[in-house]
């Protein structure tokens, strides 16, 4: 019998289908399949794959990760919380798992090996919405595995069996009986996310491109497109770790590995990379960007990490300060329910991009110090007097969002500020008046103040950053109970305590306290000769650079622990780009030679509609809407919320 999955692969479907007599229920059992002489043996290198093999695997693991909460229920878990709370099945998670399963063990020994040490491994971690919570928690220090337990249990049912999450069976042998390592499903997996990631990012260059993936405007069009100047590989052989503990599943350690900490400064995180993956600091900075899509950090923190929304260097612009037009209340595109919609750029009255993105520390209120904790940086606020550029901005209100999808429409009740405004053909705002910058802060926060607006609206973003980060450019670093960054003016200015503050930003509504912005000078630290500030500057500056040393890094990462002879280059249809343009209809026989003679090759579909995973703070935000709704929805008076597209929907992407 032609397995189901090989059917729909001839009729050239390459989606997942959500239909409800498809996939398989969380009460319903996988068929192992047969047992085979060829099982894998832990400790060896896995086995070659088959086309077929990285076709099915693939189809599975996109209908594991559909993003439709009805669906997530019916397959995995009946509640939306336990779904949110205890270890998400979701595209970000499987990159997060990409990087993490190679990391090396303290004995030196281990790196992608389909194993993870469980320390730490469903701990509860501090929620900024449980007043519980408050103050209530030990400072983290390392990073550690928490969350993944989920996606490794849904990923071994992949491996072991010949369905799951179908209903029908796409193999006749599992890929456990087969001789396949879990260590390679892992980073195909990985790979599978990391495609889905890439299409979203460059069709946000054409559909959201005025806040967000603003790469459009401010090189081009062309520049934001991320492209393939050379393969990035699926390769098999890696080899799983032998579990200590037979009782346990098989890829759970108890080895420790070598975590870096989580609020280190950037010389320790690029020296993590130089040490424990081999990787030059060029290579290993280009993929500090992955965090710009992943939207939210379970460790105490409101609300987003900071970025685009979309994988591009939006996330170096900010970082080194770079001229960008306003992204307020940045992050992905559902954070607020989608109401944090720009149809225009807005940057000075010339149209022209400001620099505007000052950082300042911020602490939350999760950890038991006299500073609280988790401590980060946000972004100062575009018109606070102690940001860069606050008197260069124009007016923000000239325009009515919900009314200006395709034309600027301008909105009557601003109109003293905005006589002479208008837009461009690329919905570039000119002619309003200068916002001018607010008035200075002054002394400590404490209750009752005048200012109290103020210094709540511009001590907190819903954009946070961890120190290293901003370190990569600026030249700071880590100290103090609250782990914080300090090593320049602004941040160094005494924090006092949460009873007897001295820092003189908070938030209205929760013991969130800031510094002021920082005035730091660049990074000089040169591992490999080049200035770090230097590596992010160019990153900063050439979106499509970035894009090429973020893909070769991704290589370099997901083969730690091998030599260059220990694995095999896989098919190619398990190679970044192969599907895309299989699904486009190009035919490609030999996927290498291809990109050689065409580089640099676009990949992504030009006419596909992502789906949108978005932010899990208070709001009840979907993973399920496609960027089309959450625009039309925007447009026509509504917001990005809701339980998804629906069962029938079909996965494009």
């Given at each position: 019998?032609?397995?189901?999955?090989?059917?729909?692969?001839?009729?050239?479907?390459?989606?997942?289908?959500?239909?409800?007599?498809?996939?398989m229920h969380r009460d319903e059992t996988p068929d192992p399949g047969p047992d085979e002489d060829t099982v894998y043996v832990p400790g060896t290198p896995g086995g070659s794959w088959t086309e077929e093999e990285v076709t099915s695997t693939r189809l599975r693991v996109l209908q594991m990760i559909y993003p439709d909460w009805d669906v997530k229920i019916n397959m995995i878990n009946k509640s939306i919380r336990t779904l949110r709370t205890q270890g998400p099945v979701t595209e970000n998670v499987l990159m997060r798992l990409a990087f993490h399963d190679c990391i090396r063990y303290t004995d030196g020994s281990g790196g992608c090996d389909g194993c993870l040490n469980w320390h730490g491994m469903g701990e509860e971690m501090p929620s900024p919405f449980n007043k519980n919570h408050l103050y209530n928690f030990p400072p983290l220090h390392d990073t550690d595995n928490?969350?993944?337990?989920?996606?490794?249990?849904?990923?071994?049912?992949?491996?072991?069996?010949?369905?799951?999450?179908?209903?029908?069976?796409?193999?006749?042998?599992?890929?456990?009986?087969?001789?396949?390592?879990?260590a390679d499903l892992w980073q195909l997996a990985g790979l599978v996310a990391l495609e889905r990631t890439f299409e979203r990012a460059n069709r946000a260059c054409d559909l959201d491109n005025t806040a967000r993936q603003q790469v459009t405007r401010l090189e081009s069009r062309e520049a934001c497109e991320i492209k393939l100047t050379k393969p990035l590989k699926f390769q098999s052989g890696r080899s799983d770790c032998v579990s200590e503990d037979p009782s346990t599943a098989g890829y759970v350690s108890d080895k420790a590995e070598t975590h870096p900490k989580m609020f280190g400064d950037a010389k320790h995180i690029i020296d993590f990379g130089r040490d424990e993956f081999g990787m030059d600091a060029e290579h290993w900075t280009a993929l500090q960007a992955i965090h710009g899509v992943v939207h939210n950090a379970a460790i105490g923190l409101k609300y987003t990490w900071f970025g685009a929304g979309y994988l591009s260097n939006?996330?170096?612009?900010?970082?080194?300060?770079?001229?960008?037009?306003?992204?307020?209340?940045?992050?992905?595109?559902?954070?607020?329910?989608?109401?944090?919609?720009?149809?225009?750029?807005?940057?000075?009255?010339?149209?022209?991009p400001v620099a505007m993105t000052g950082w300042r520390a911020s602490c939350m209120y999760a950890w038991d110090t006299i500073e609280g904790g988790p401590c980060v940086l946000r972004p100062s606020g575009d018109t606070a007097s102690d940001s860069p550029n606050p008197d260069k901005l124009a007016y923000k209100k000239c325009f009515d969002r919900q009314l200006s999808r395709d034309k600027c429409v301008p909105d009557e009740d601003y109109s003293k500020y905005c006589k002479d405004a208008w837009c461009d053909e690329n919905m570039v705002e000119h002619g309003a008046k200068l916002e001018g910058a607010d008035s200075p802060v002054v002394g400590p926060w404490s209750e009752g103040l005048s200012d109290q607006t103020n210094r709540h609206s511009h001590g907190f973003d819903n954009q946070f950053a961890f120190p290293y980060e901003i370190g990569l450019f600026w030249n700071l670093t880590v100290d103090g109970v609250g782990q914080r960054a300090v090593g320049c003016p602004g941040l160094d200015e005494p924090f006092g305590s949460i009873d007897e503050p001295l820092w003189p930003f908070r938030n209205?509504?929760?013991?969130?306290?800031?510094?002021?912005?920082?005035?730091?000078?660049?990074?000089?630290?040169?591992?490999?000769?080049?200035?770090?500030?230097?590596?992010?500057?160019?990153?900063?500056?050439?979106n499509e650079l970035w894009a090429e040393k973020f893909m070769e890094g991704w290589q370099q990462m997901i083969a730690n622990g091998y030599a260059a002879d220990?694995?095999?280059?896989?098919?190619?249809?398990?190679?970044?780009?192969?599907?895309?343009?299989?699904?486009?209809?190009?035919?490609?026989?030999?996927?290498?030679?291809?990109?050689?003679?065409?580089?640099?090759?676009?990949?992504?579909?030009?006419?596909?509609?992502?789906?949108?995973?978005?932010?899990?703070g208070v709001e009840n935000t979907s993973c399920g809407l496609?960027?089309?709704?959450?625009?039309?929805n925007f447009y026509g008076g509504g917001k990005c919320d809701g339980r998804g597209e629906g069962e029938e929907d079909i996965l494009s992407v």
């Open positions: 019998m032609l397995p189901f999955l090989f059917l729909l692969g001839s009729l050239h479907f390459y989606g997942a289908l959500s239909s409800d007599s498809v996939y928490n969350g993944l337990d989920k996606i490794a249990e849904r990923l071994e049912m992949i491996y072991t069996s010949i369905d799951w999450p179908f209903q029908v069976p796409s193999l006749e042998v599992s890929l456990f009986q087969s001789g396949k390592s879990r939006m996330y170096f612009k900010m970082i080194a300060n770079k001229p960008t037009y306003r992204n307020r209340k940045g992050g992905d595109l559902s954070f607020g329910k989608g109401v944090n919609i720009w149809p225009t750029a807005q940057g000075d009255p010339e149209g022209n209205s509504k929760s013991a969130i306290f800031a510094s002021p912005a920082m005035q730091c000078e660049v990074n000089t630290y040169a591992p490999e000769g080049k200035p770090m500030h230097q590596i992010v500057d160019e990153f900063a500056s050439d220990e694995l095999e280059d896989g098919p190619q249809n398990g190679w970044i780009g192969y599907y895309s343009l299989a699904k486009q209809g190009v035919e490609i026989a030999d996927f290498e030679s291809f990109i050689a003679e065409n580089a640099p090759v676009t990949f992504t579909d030009p006419t596909v509609d992502p789906y949108l995973c978005g932010h899990w496609r960027m089309s709704t959450c625009f039309n």
